[in-house]
């Protein structure tokens, strides 16, 4: 429970972050850094997941976030560079980035099975949040067109990734503890 | 991103030579089946479900940003990963109903029926 709790605070910060920083919205330079400060983050937490998980398909899980999230912030680097932005820190990165930090801070003093649920638990609260700010922020706001079809692309794996951790979510659960 | 665009198109060249040879090697006749392509994007196989005759060429082309694979129970076929812009043939041989997924992405599925 106490998990659950903390995990849907970060739903919360994130989502006040991401709908109150930004009246006006982001300009495409810090949509640039959310975006990947997203990745980053979660690329993070899959490499000390891959480390610490004790089940199997944790494990699995984690190796394919690291995977398929360097692969998002590859295009969104080459992107980036392309179009000659650079990338702005702004509220909702400096407060993805202290998510991750708080995340990785928690995780570290678990292990086991307590490991794999408060790491799949925050999985499933991280892809909810991104892919709430991506829908009512990120997408409406960006200006670029390239920017645009980018967020737009990898929309689904974030829809993908959230189902497939909801449910590695149940299937913990069911293991009881 | 001239890289990303030249890998791209360099993936799409590659399925068009297998598409070409498989056009050349099978029949003469302009119409023949050339193969079929499903492709790979925004995480779906498309399309989902494809029928083909047996012999038939079907080509799978990756256009996400990441790896997935065509993985079919039984041991029918399974690509294994098949990196982004990359692409994987498989020629379907026996007639029945083949359904596969993403070994990756559980939430892909796709349905080949081989006639």
């Known amino acids: ?177 | 991103m001239p890289e990303a665009r030249w890998t791209w198109a360099w993936g799409v060249a590659v399925a068009g030579l297998l598409l070409a040879g498989t056009a050349a090697s099978t029949s003469p006749a302009a119409d023949a089946p050339a193969g079929r392509t499903i492709v790979i994007e925004n995480l779906q196989f498309n399309p989902q479900v494809l029928a083909v005759k047996a012999g038939e060429r079907i080509t799978w082309v990756n256009k996400d940003l990441f790896p997935h694979t065509a993985t079919a129970g039984a041991k029918a076929f399974d690509s294994k990963a098949i990196a982004p812009n990359a692409v994987w043939t498989w020629v379907a041989q026996k007639p029945g109903t083949y359904t596969y997924v993403c070994a990756f992405h559980p939430t892909m599925k796709g349905t080949i029926t081989v006639q």
């Open chain 1, 1 to 177: 429970m106490k998990m659950k709790f903390t995990a849907w605070s970060g739903v919360l910060v994130l989502a006040a972050a991401a709908n109150v920083a930004f009246a006006a919205g982001p300009t495409d330079p810090q949509i640039a850094a959310i975006v990947v400060t997203a990745n980053q983050v979660d690329i993070d937490a899959g490499k000390l997941a891959l480390s610490k998980a004790h089940s199997k398909d944790v494990k699995e899980f984690a190796q394919l976030m690291i995977t398929d999230h360097s692969g998002v912030n590859k295009s969104a680097t080459e992107l980036v560079q392309k179009l000659h932005v650079t990338p702005e820190a702004n509220p909702t990165s400096a407060s993805l980035q202290k998510g991750g930090d708080d995340n990785e801070a928690a995780l570290k003093k678990l292990k086991g099975s307590a490991f794999d649920r408060a790491y799949v638990d925050h999985e499933v609260a991280y892809h909810q949040a991104v892919l709430d700010a991506v829908d009512t922020t990120l997408i409406p706001s960006a200006q670029n067109a390239e920017l645009k079809a980018l967020l737009i692309k990898v929309r689904p794996a974030f829809v993908a990734h959230l189902e497939h951790a909801k449910n590695l979510q149940s299937q913990l659960s069911k293991k009881g503890a």
